[in-house]
């Protein structure tokens, strides 16, 4: 293997699992640097602590094998990604090292990642909307260009379908997916999807495997998330981020601070949990006179937990959630905090409506359920709640359902009209007028 120039070069003082401890001088947080032995190939690592004149570091392939007269080459600059238009459509690892088999990536330039996020000061109000194509969110909770939110979700759960879903059908110029800590069948699956429906040309992929090395769980989000922004800044792209799994990104950081003898918080998370997930979340943004960058990312809750520390401090950084249980979105526990910029302004004028009345006639339906469920006497109202239920649930609900917005929409109205008169909605009139299907249209009350 060919170094780079190096600017510093010491030798290990101490080996303590996969943290090395060198003396050195000149040497700054998060810098790189490579770890020769004697004879072998050398292992890539981090300045993760400096004390004075000791230097921590973490290695990337892990502490096994090293002696204690390994020599430590300083790079001198922190973690760097590249980035040119010929990085559409190719696959990463933590490290930003093609994994595709792929050729050379020619006349790219390696651009340094991290640095300070945009100054809210700054920032462009969210007004644009991301369609997704699946009407829990376009519907329910729009997805706003910069926004921030993540899927709350539990093992088991198809989050990885409905990230790959959004992934094909999201109106976004450019997706950079970031796979945290993903199983062998996960990697295939989202690549394989990719592939097979034709997103690859302005798809990124930064896959984490749970066979690398952990630390690269810690870079990946940084790479991807300043690719994003690059593509963003420099050619005015509407950007996608959609990340999974940010729990092991949190897990990846509680191992490291036990291996560097850190005392730990709540669970046993460190305590600095709530601005390391900050400072990768604050990255979405939509920058003035360019681009945007959008994050969607899954959380999963250990034994459905939303007070575990991971999604507890994750609610407290993102503009809303979307909760996945039972293979559906649920419309009660998710939330939007940006529809409003978005809805009824660059969306149809019925939206806000049928968005309203649609939960409200749902939240009916299962209430309706429960009296059914323990043996109470149903009303005439109560039969059409359930007949809607039913009609919402497999209509809106099912996670591979895909629509325009706009057909959505229709389809809501046409829902409804199968199950209610128009007086029963509670709309105002001029909007039923506009919008509520007509007999030949629907046939609504037909049995």
């Known amino acids: 293997m060919i170094l780079p120039e190096l600017i510093s070069r010491t030798r290990v003082i101490s080996i ?260 390391q997930l900050a400072s990768r979340y604050e990255r979405a943004c939509d920058y003035r006179g360019a681009g945007s960058v959008t994050l969607l990312a899954v959380t999963t809750m250990p034994g459905n937990d939303v007070t575990h520390p991971v999604p507890d401090n994750t609610g407290y950084i993102t503009e809303g959630q979307f909760y996945l249980h039972d293979g559906m979105i649920d419309p009660f526990g998710s939330l939007s905090r940006l529809k409003q910029q978005v809805i009824g302004k660059v969306t149809r004028e019925d939206h806000a409506a049928v968005m309203n009345t649609m939960i409200r006639l749902y939240s009916g339906a299962r209430q309706a359920e429960q009296k059914q469920q323990m043996a109470f006497e149903l009303s005439a109202t109560d039969h059409k709640l359930l007949k809607f239920g039913e009609l919402f649930a497999k209509r809106f609900m099912r996670i591979d359902v895909a629509l325009p917005l706009n057909d959505a929409l229709d389809l809501g109205w046409k829902t409804m009209a199968e199950c209610f008169e128009p007086e029963e909605l509670l709309v105002k009139e001029d909007i039923l007028e506009k919008y509520y299907p007509t007999q030949s249209d629907s046939s609504p009350h037909s049995p």
Not at 36 to 52: F, G, K, M, Y
Not at 184 to 210: C, I, L, S, Y
Not at 221 to 231: H, T
Not at 246 to 262: H, N, S, Y
């Open 16 to 275: 303590v699992g996969d943290i090395l401890k060198v003396q050195a001088d000149g040497v700054a947080l998060g810098e790189l640097a490579w770890v020769e032995n004697r004879d072998q190939i050398p292992s890539l690592a981090q300045v993760t602590e400096i004390r004075r004149d000791v230097v921590s570091l973490q290695v990337f392939a892990g502490g096994k094998g090293l002696r204690s007269d390994a020599t430590v080459r300083f790079l001198g600059h922190a973690s760097q990604v590249p980035f040119s238009d010929d990085i559409l459509g190719r696959v990463f690892n933590g490290v930003g090292q093609p994994v595709d088999g792929g050729p050379e990536l020619p006349g790219h330039r390696r651009v340094d990642v991290g640095g300070p996020s945009v100054n809210p000061v700054t920032r462009v109000v969210p007004s644009k909307m991301i369609q997704t194509q699946v009407p829990m969110i376009d519907v329910f909770n729009c997805l706003v260009e910069s926004q921030k939110i993540p899927i709350f979700s539990i093992a088991g759960e198809p989050y990885n379908e409905l990230l790959g879903r959004i992934a094909i059908q999201a109106d976004a110029d450019v997706v950079v997916f970031c796979g945290l800590g993903l199983i062998f069948d996960e990697f295939h699956f989202f690549r394989e999807k990719f592939e097979n429906e034709g997103v690859f040309p302005r798809t990124v992929m930064f896959a984490n495997q749970a066979s690398d090395p952990i630390v690269e769980r810690l870079l990946a989000p940084d790479l991807a998330l300043k690719v994003a922004e690059r593509f963003a800044v420099e050619q005015d792209k509407r950007v996608l981020v959609l990340m999974t799994d940010m729990t092991a990104f949190a897990d990846a950081l509680k191992e490291i601070g036990v291996a560097m003898e850190r005392i730990p918080s709540n669970r046993g998370y460190t305590g600095d949990l709530y601005s």
